[in-house]
């Protein structure tokens, strides 16, 4: 009796161990965040689609964008809810250099998915494929990839799809990359509808470390910002005005920047300088020579039109029907350029190895730089000045760091700041309405 009393305790202390036990050995898993699913790529960023479509709201309606009720805040969340689709949290993407890109997009209820698949396949030439046992599906004309899962739904264009989804699939929770964790953490555009962070290598090659990205909208423009991360302290600063050319001068593209180059004249292992010499070796360009005699304020129009004398040979024949070479002149429509720099006391030098390279030329009383249109020259003690007009713009102190450009009828004008010793900012401007008629037409 004894022994059945022990027994059945035996029992029921495996029992309740086994129901004390349960959570901890067989404990889920979990659910990994999209950004921890998510692979990292030369840009990456967020998408907060529903709030971006209320943002867009006013532009849509006060510019009767055609089909702005498919693009409208209602519309996108009747969709998305259809569909299985968790509109209202960000869709995180990444890409690549090379043209590869993918995204993730919240789920909500997969089992609707499918729907929405199908509802595809009448619209789209759709093949289905398996990779690493999970079911693919491919726009064929397009290549692009799309799979799914319980909680995610990614998308995907590029040569390396078992590697993508992969990382995907098989991520676990707090496995979210540095890259987006500084997007999240040191992002100073955190409360926009779009936000990106590059760490392209290209920026490397400038000194640069990060790179963020934002858009913002209103019923008439768009505006583009950014935001340059420098390793080190930069070497060089923006100034707060400088001389540039009187605002009755005005083309097509104007740019305007005052630099303050004391530190990068003194620092020629920044990898500014190896970027720069790169593209300057091309042409041979005294780069040196021209950082030695620049004071770091630029300015540049392009617009307009002049005519110009142009001399040329052709071939003739003479009374006696001889061929000869006859020089003729003739009128050449060209487009109107003017270049103001501020120099020192070495500008001389340098112009002087502008003609050596026959970077510069003089003909007639016109001076060419490479293919440019004939250009006069003013050079003082503080700047040069070379044009294209018939009579010099006039000089005045500004204190822009940007400038504009028109391109298809649509004007984007840009501004560059300055924050501190490591980080430049900038805003890129123009009316989104134009733009898209630019592309439509």
Do not use: C
Not at 229 to 249: A, E, H, M, R, Y
Not at 410 to 415: A, I, L
């Amino acid at each position: 009796m004894a022994r059945k009393g022990l027994f059945i305790a035996f029992l029921l202390s495996l029992l309740v161990a086994f129901f004390y036990l349960r959570p901890i050995l067989f404990k889920k898993e979990p659910e990994p965040l999209l950004s921890d699913r998510i692979p990292v790529g030369d840009f990456i960023g967020k998408i907060n689609l529903i709030e971006l479509a209320r943002e867009s709201h006013a532009f849509m309606f006060f510019n009767r964008v055609p089909f702005r009720e498919y693009l409208s805040y209602d519309f996108i969340l009747a969709q998305s809810k259809m569909y299985g689709i968790q509109a209202q949290k960000p869709i995180y993407f990444f890409a690549n250099e090379n043209g590869e890109w993918g995204g993730l997009i919240s789920v909500q209820d997969s089992s609707k998915i499918f729907n929405g698949i199908n509802r595809l396949k009448k619209d789209f030439l759709i093949e289905d494929t398996i990779v690493g046992g999970q079911k693919v599906h491919r726009l064929k004309k397009e290549k692009i990839y799309f799979t799914y899962g319980k909680t995610w739904f990614f998308v995907y264009k590029g040569n390396q799809l078992p590697k993508r989804m992969y990382h995907v699939m098989y991520s676990r929770k707090g496995d979210e990359h540095l890259y987006w964790k500084e997007l999240k953490r040191l992002n100073p555009y955190k409360n926009e509808h779009v936000q990106i962070l590059s760490k392209w290598s290209k920026w490397m090659e400038l000194g640069i470390k990060s790179v963020y990205f934002a858009h913002d909208t209103d019923s008439i423009n768009t505006y583009l910002k950014g935001s340059f991360v420098f390793d080190q302290n930069s070497p060089i600063k923006l100034k707060n005005n400088g001389l540039s050319f009187n605002s009755q001068f005005e083309g097509n593209k104007s740019i305007q920047f005052h630099f303050d180059l004391e530190q990068f004249k003194n620092n020629l292992t920044h990898p500014l300088w190896s970027f720069l010499q790169k593209y300057a070796s091309k042409i041979a360009f005294p780069l040196k020579s021209f950082v030695k005699a620049w004071e770091g304020d630029i300015a540049v129009v392009e617009g307009g039109s002049h005519l110009v004398k142009e001399t040329y040979i052709e071939t003739e024949m003479d009374d006696e029907f001889n061929m000869v070479e006859v020089k003729k002149t003739k009128e050449v429509l060209k487009p109107g350029y003017a270049i103001l720099l501020s120099m020192n006391e070495f500008q001389k030098q340098f112009v002087a190895q502008l003609f050596a390279k026959g970077i510069m030329r003089k003909q007639n009383n016109r001076f060419h730089i490479l293919n440019s249109p004939p250009l006069k020259i003013i050079q003082k003690k503080d700047f040069l000045f070379l044009y294209s007009t018939d009579f010099a713009p006039k000089l005045k102190n500004k204190p822009l760091n940007g400038g504009y450009w028109t391109q298809n009828g649509v004007k984007y004008s840009f501004v560059v700041e300055q924050t501190d010793n490591k980080n430049f900012s900038f805003s890129i401007q123009f009316p989104l309405i134009s733009y898209l008629k630019s592309k439509m037409f």
